[in-house]
């Protein structure tokens, strides 16, 4: 049973399309992250949400926006793609009630804009 | 600015040898700093934690040493094998509200 889970795994897209990605965790965990990982595998935090609210919005355009209809799912939107967009997305979750925080990532969405 | 700062980038051992990779961080703050392992396609994994209130721990090949006054930890992977070839990321976090991730370490253990 997967803990957290995100769809597609691969999205081809071309450039100005509209695309989703979405991320629902069974952990009961009460905060979920996006984060973008790029080329250097250097891993960039970009949004994070506890119970539903946003709580962390780190600088990033506009054309991306989370969407978390309850607190075991969080969706990435992003308009407008760009080439730049190109990156490897991951989902995460936390639960400050479980040990060690329970801090866990999804498998990934691997993004390409052409 | 880098709240955990990660060294070194990438990292060539040979099959047997030691893997250290060192982390130093800031914030006073952080009471929590884990390490997790990427492989190729894989979303990062915990391999392994520790809190300030010690100051090495070990899980079988794995070592977190960590010096509070220097504010710096590292790991430790004794014996590296092939299948220890990753990328590795420590991190560190006040009370589990955010986590603060450094830039990764891409260790290749050369057979």
């Known amino acids: 049973d997967t803990a957290v889970s995100q769809t597609p795994k691969y999205l081809v897209t071309q450039m100005g399309n509209d695309k989703s990605i979405k991320c629902e965790q069974n952990l009961g965990h009460d905060t979920m992250y996006w984060y973008k990982q790029d080329s250097k595998k250097f891993l960039k935090i970009m949004f994070s949400?506890?119970?539903?609210?946003?709580?962390i919005n780190e600088t990033v355009p506009n054309r991306f926006s989370p969407k978390s209809p309850d607190k075991a799912h969080l969706n990435l939107h992003i308009n407008s793609l760009e080439l730049g967009d190109s990156a490897v997305y991951f989902c995460a979750s936390s639960g400050r009630q479980s040990a060690n925080y329970g801090y866990t990532f999804g498998s990934g969405t691997r993004l390409t804009v052409v | 600015q880098q709240q955990v700062k990660q060294s070194p980038q990438s990292l060539i051992v040979q099959k047997g040898g030691i893997s250290i990779i060192n982390c130093a961080y800031e914030?006073?703050?952080?009471?929590?700093f884990p390490w997790y392992q990427q492989f190729p396609g894989k979303g990062p994994a915990l391999l392994i934690a520790?809190?300030?209130?010690?100051s090495e721990k070990k899980e079988g090949r794995f070592t977190i040493s960590f010096n509070k006054s220097a504010k710096q930890f590292s790991l430790h992977i004794m014996d590296s094998q092939p299948g220890d070839s990753a990328t590795y990321f420590c991190?560190?976090?006040?009370?589990?509200?955010?986590?603060?991730f450094g830039t990764g370490t891409s260790l290749t253990v050369i057979p």
């Open positions: 914030n006073t703050a952080f009471d929590y």
């Open positions: 991190a560190a976090s006040n009370t589990g509200n955010q986590f603060y």
């Open positions: 520790i809190r300030p209130d010690v």
């Open positions: 949400y506890n119970n539903k609210e946003l709580i």
